[in-house]
C-alpha cells in the first residue's frame, strides 16, 4: 500500500493524532483534507506533548511533505500561531503546504458562530465556536473568499467588503448585535497574506507528483464519523465529510489512489458537544471512566461524555469508510475496571436493529445490548506485542474484531509515539 487514511470512528478525539504520527514514520507526506481548527490533535513524543490544530500530525518530522488540502478551511491566525509555536519548539515548518483553493475563516464567521449557539438556545450544537460551520456555510453558498483570494490584494479588499456588508446586516438587524469594522480586518488579513505566502501551492498537484514518484501518502482524519455532516448525529454535526471517501475530495485525488483506511477506535466512547449518545453513561461507570482517561476537551476544555465502547456504531462506521484494519487507542486506560462492557448491537422498541436511524426521534428509541469482559487489572503501557497483552485483553480485542467484522492492525496502550504496536505491516 502507498495511501493510508486515518478516520475517526467514533466523535472525535479517538487519538488520530497519535495514530498518524505513528504511521508518518514510514510515510512522505501527510495530508489534511477536512475541518479546520476545531480538530484538536495531540501527539507525544518522548514525553513532550504537542497539541496541533490545523498542523498535520506529521509536522514533527521536518523530511516530510505536510499539506493542508482544499478540503480545508484555514484560520490564519490559528495556523500562524501553530507554525510560531513549533519554531519556538525548534521545529521547522519549511515542509507545510496549504492549498490555494482552501477556503479562509474570518472573525465573523466565529462572531457568526456564537451568535447561531446563542440564538438556539437549548439546541444548540456545542460547537467549538471556531467559526468552522459558517465558513463551510459561505464555500457552499459560493460567496467565500479563498486562499488563493487571500493572497491576491485587490480580490481580497474587495470579496472583503462584499462579505462584511453582508455578514453585518445579518449581525445588526437579525441578531441585534455590533457589526464589525472592516479597515482592521482587511489589515490583519493583508498582514497574514504574506506571512502565509511561501506555503501556498496547488497541493492537489503536489499530491499527484508524490504519488507518480511512489511516495507514501497519508491522510489524516479530522472528526470523525459520527460528526459526519451526511452520516452524524444530524444536526449534531460538524459541517464537513471526515469520513474517508472525502479524503480524495478533499485533497484533490482520485478515489483509486486510496489503498487503505484505518479506523481509528478508542477502547470504550465519548462525545463532546450535544446530541445523540445511545452508550453514553450517567452513572459511576461513566465518572470512572471520564476519571480514568482524563476526559476533557483539547481545544476548549469541556468535560467529554463517556461510555462503554459502542462497537455496533463502530461496524456501521466501517462500512461506511470501508475500512480496513481498526488502530485501538487508549486501552489502557481500561487498565483498573474489574468488570468491562462493550456494547454489540442495538435494539430499537424491542427489535434488533442493523442500521442506525436518520430521524433522531427514532434514534432516541435505541438501547444498547451490551456484553460483559472480565477485566485484565494490571498495568498494559509496558506491553509491544499482542501476544503480550493479558489474555482478558485479547479477549476483549477479538470480540471487537468480530463484531466490527474488520482486523485489528493497531494498538495503542499509551500517548507516547513509542507505546504502540502494529499487527501487520503498514507502507510495506
Ligand atoms: P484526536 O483528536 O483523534 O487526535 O485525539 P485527541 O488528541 O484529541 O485525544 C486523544 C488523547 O489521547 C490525546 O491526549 C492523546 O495524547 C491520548 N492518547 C492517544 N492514544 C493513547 C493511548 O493509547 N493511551 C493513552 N493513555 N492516551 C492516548
Ligand atoms: P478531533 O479532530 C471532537 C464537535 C463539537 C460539536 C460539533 C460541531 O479533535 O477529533 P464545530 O466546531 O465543528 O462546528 O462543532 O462537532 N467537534 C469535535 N468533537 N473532536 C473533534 O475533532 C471535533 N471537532 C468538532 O464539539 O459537537
Ligand atoms: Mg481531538
Known amino acids: 500500500m502507498s495511501s493510508i487514511v486515518v478516520i475517526g470512528s467514533q466523535w472525535g478525539d479517538e487519538g488520530k493524532g497519535k495514530i498518524v504520527d505513528y504511521l508518518a514514520q514510514k510515510a512522505d507526506v501527510v495530508a489534511r483534507y477536512s475541518g479546520g481548527s476545531n480538530a484538536g490533535h495531540t501527539v507525544v513524543v518522548n514525553d513532550v506533548a504537542y497539541k496541533l490544530r490545523l498542523l498535520p500530525s506529521g509536522i514533527l518530522y521536518k523530511d516530510k511533505l505536510c499539506i493542508l488540502g482544499n478540503g480545508v478551511v484555514i484560520n490564519p491566525r490559528v495556523v500562524l500561531q501553530e507554525i510560531a509555536g513549533m519554531k519556538e519548539k525548534g521545529i521547522d515548518t519549511d515542509h507545510l503546504l ?167 477506535v478508542k477502547a470504550y466512547t465519548t462525545r463532546v458537544g450535544e446530541g445523540p449518545f445511545t452508550c453514553e453513561l450517567f452513572d459511576k461507570d461513566g465518572d470512572a471512566l471520564r476519571e480514568a482517561g482524563h476526559e476533557y476537551g483539547t481545544v476548549t476544555g469541556r468535560p467529554r461524555r463517556c461510555g462503554w465502547l459502542d462497537a455496533f456504531m463502530v461496524r456501521y462506521s466501517a462500512r461506511l469508510n470501508s475500512m480496513d484494519s481498526l488502530a485501538i487507542t487508549r486501552l489502557d486506560i481500561l487498565d483498573g475496571f474489574d468488570r468491562i462492557k462493550m456494547c454489540t448491537g442495538w435494539e430499537i422498541d424491542g427489535k434488533a436493529v442493523d442500521y442506525i436511524p436518520a430521524d433522531l426521534s427514532i434514534l432516541a428509541k435505541a438501547k444498547p445490548v451490551y456484553e460483559t469482559f472480565k477485566g485484565w487489572k494490571c498495568d498494559i503501557s509496558g506491553v509491544r506485542s499482542f501476544e503480550d497483552l493479558p489474555e482478558e485483553a485479547q479477549i476483549y480485542l477479538k470480540r471487537l474484531a468480530e463484531v466490527v467484522g474488520v482486523e485489528i492492525g493497531i494498538v495503542s496502550v499509551g500517548p507516547n509515539r513509542d507505546q504502540t504496536f502494529a499487527l501487520k505491516e503498514f507502507f510495506a
Open 98 to 264: 496549504i492549498s490555494d483553493r482552501a477556503h479562509v475563516v474570518f472573525p465573523y464567521h466565529e462572531k457568526q458562530d456564537e451568535l447561531q449557539e446563542a440564538a438556539l438556545g437549548d439546541r444548540k450544537i456545542g460547537t467549538t465556536k471556531g467559526g468552522i460551520g459558517p465558513c463551510y456555510m459561505d464555500k457552499y453558498a459560493r460567496t467565500g473568499i479563498r486562499v488563493c483570494d487571500l493572497m491576491n490584494k485587490e480580490i481580497l479588499a474587495e470579496k472583503l467588503k462584499r462579505n462584511l456588508e453582508a455578514k453585518n446586516r445579518l449581525f445588526t438587524k437579525y441578531y441585534g448585535a455590533e457589526p464589525m469594522a472592516y479597515e482592521p480586518m482587511l489589515k490583519d488579513y493583508l498582514a497574514y497574506a504574506e506571512a502565509l505566502r511561501p506555503y501556498v501551492a496547488d497541493t492537489s498537484v503536489a499530491l499527484g507528483k508524490a504519488f507518480d514518484a511512489g511516495k507514501n501518502v497519508l491522510f489524516e482524519g479530522a472528526q470523525a464519523t459520527y460528526l459526519d455532516i451526511d452520516y452524524g448525529t444530524y444536526p449534531y454535526v460538524t459541517s464537513s465529510n471526515p469520513t474517508a471517501g472525502n479524503a480524495a475530495t478533499g485533497s484533490g485525488i482520485g478515489p483509486r489512489f486510496i489503498d487503505h483506511v484505518v479506523g481509528v
